[in-house]
């Protein structure tokens, strides 16, 4: 069974940085994409940023140049740096892994972000 845990969400002041890390534990094949994407109540959930098995990224435009995403393929891990949040970064960030050639889709349980003074 896959289970993915998030840590490193909190609240932090405009101009700041976080860093989320996402550990992917179970069976999921080496050919996948892991991602974050965020949720604020009442808007669907976007992509911020994902990342392939081979090194390959892609970021929503709100966050190009501030954040980026890393993953440790030996630990099963992803990481998201985030640098000079804005109060519009205030969201739910979910971890995400999808299975290329599988049906595997998998998501973790959410992790707060809150940027306010």
């Known amino acids: 069974q896959v289970q993915l845990v998030e840590s490193g969400g909190g609240l932090v002041q405009p101009g700041g940085s976080l860093r989320l890390s996402c550990a992917a534990s179970?069976?999921?094949?080496?050919?996948?994409?892991m991602g974050w994407h965020r949720q604020v109540p009442g808007k669907e959930r976007e992509l911020v940023g994902r990342?392939?098995?081979?090194?390959?990224?892609k970021y929503a435009d709100s966050v190009k140049g501030r954040f980026t995403i890393s993953r440790d393929n030996a630990k099963n891990t992803v990481y998201l740096q985030m640098n000079s949040l804005k109060p519009d970064d205030t969201a739910v960030y979910y971890c995400?892994?999808?299975?290329?050639?599988?049906?595997?889709?998998?998501w973790g349980q959410g992790t707060q972000v809150t940027v306010s003074s």
């Open positions: 995400n892994v999808l299975e290329v050639f599988e049906a595997g889709n998998y």
């Open positions: 179970g069976s999921i094949s080496r050919i996948n994409v």
């Open positions: 990342i392939t098995s081979n090194g390959s990224t």
